[in-house]
């Protein structure tokens, strides 16, 4: 319905729209920044124009908007993240914030049955020539395990979409900034680290792989975060 | 005192800081002419990314400055708070932290400086060694983690005391009413600012030109003796010859000044310390060829509180 009516309303309101996505994009970015000073290690490979999957570990709901804050600007446009729509539509600010500030692809995170599969989704998405930020872990990491083990999706879009670059993400220290349950954030430093593209080895079979990728984002981490394995 | 020869005694200084740095500059160009042939060369482009540092430190410096005791107190806020970011983010911490560390960046920090804006010295002496001190581990508690649990308190109440208390000295300096010295504190920042500063960059380049012997090898393998003790001497010759900016005769400006150089270098090697044990170089990554803020700023933040208390017994009434 409401929709609908945006579709309908005449072109201010859509400039008017747009506007405000793009200022609210500028506020999250420089939010972010002021409250982490992130910073981009580009420790594999620089950033480059070409259709990408980044896939990172996430502990919050923070952790897309430090990806992408870190890109260059003309790769934030053509990079949307993987949104859990549970979340993201729950309410009109996290509608207009998910779908109109970060393009976001909404999935179902559930797995219950009705809808598209988030595989599917994704994976059209990547033929369409969307790059992509996706979690494989599937869920927020909330647990003391400093990394979950990794859904058989990225396997799956390795499979479907040779052509992508793969580039492992880790993002650092986010997790302590709004851990699960708090309200307010407390300021700490972050890194978003991007590593060098993996692809599926001919004849790799799905565990292998998903080990292969799990391995590279904890190899991404820095000296002093590994002491505490 | 009138206020134009306030005025003519802090340009004196800034010009002789941006006097310093042309020179720095012309070397720092020709040594990578003539040295580096204008290829890279990591001590020598280092160096220079430190000397530009500088510019801007300097300038932000003469900015606040020029604002008053509400730029300095504004200043050294956001130093503090860039700061403590870089001491937690390195701590070990665990999720029951949160609404300590929260605590602390969202009340210890901005009650503490404006202790220091209201001069009220009998509160911000003690808000934090005795209030936060007390208060930071209830709020832990209440986290019902107790694994490592008194590490893990004590880290947060490090960073307060080290990035907030301590740095919050160098503006607490402004409050001190010195007789026949009124209306002129801010020369007690510079003067404090110059000897510290100094006495870093004299032992780097004392120790880059004649080092040899290693102080505290596993602390810190730049630090030398022969650095350590020319930079010192040379950043207490300094001081003395800027009596003429304090309340001090020269003989009290020598002995300031060479408390200043100890507490500072000390200040460096307890920073470093902390540094090893995370198995990190820099603090952090904020200023270019320097580190981080507290890379910067770890002799000023064991010198400043020890120069404010000197001065307050020895010259406040």
Known sequence: ?229 | MDTSSYAWTTFKLFGGAAGVLVLASAIGALLKWRVAHGAPHAVIDNLNARVNAWWVMVAVIGLAFAFGKGGVIVLFYLISFYALREFVSLAYTRRGDHHAIAAAFYIGLPLQYFLVWIEWYGLYSIFIPVYAFLVLPILSAFGGDTKRFLERTAKVQWGLMVCVFCISHVPALLTLHIPGFEGRNLLLIAFLVIVVQGSDVLQYVWGKLFGRRKVAPELSPSKTWEGLVGGVASATALGAALWWATPFAPWQAALMALAICLMGFFGGLVMSAIKRDRGVKDWGTMIEGHGGMLDRLDSVVFAAPVFFHALRYWWVP
């Open chain 1, 1 to 229: 319905m409401k929709d609908q009516l945006a579709n309908e309303a005449p072109a201010p309101r859509v400039l008017a729209q747009r506007a405000l996505a793009f200022a609210t994009a500028r506020l999250i970015v420089g939010a972010a920044r002021l409250l982490t000073g992130v910073r981009a290690v580009w420790a594999g490979s620089g950033p480059k124009a070409e259709q990408t999957l980044y896939f990172a570990n996430r502990s919050s709901h923070g952790d897309f908007v430090l990806l992408w804050a870190t890109l260059p600007p003309d790769l934030r446009a053509l990079t949307r993240p993987v949104a859990g729509q549970d979340y993201w539509l729950a309410s009109t600010a996290r509608r207009f914030i998910g779908e109109s500030v970060f393009n976001a692809l909404m999935i179902r995170r559930d797995g219950s049955g009705g809808g598209p599969n988030p595989v599917d989704q994704m994976t059209e998405a990547l033929h369409a020539g969307d790059s992509l930020i996706m979690f494989p872990e599937g869920t927020r990491n909330t647990t003391d395990e400093i990394l979950l083990p990794l859904k058989s999706g990225l396997y799956h879009l390795a499979r479907a979409c040779p052509q992508v670059r793969f580039v492992p993400v880790w993002i650092e220290n986010l997790k302590r900034v709004l851990p699960k349950g708090t309200l307010v954030p407390i300021p700490l430093a972050c890194a978003v680290r991007y590593g060098a593209p993996i692809a599926l080895q001919e004849g790799e079979d799905k565990t292998a792989f998903l080990d292969r990728a799990r391995q590279a984002m904890l190899d991404l981490r820095p000296e002093y975060d590994r002491q505490e394995d």
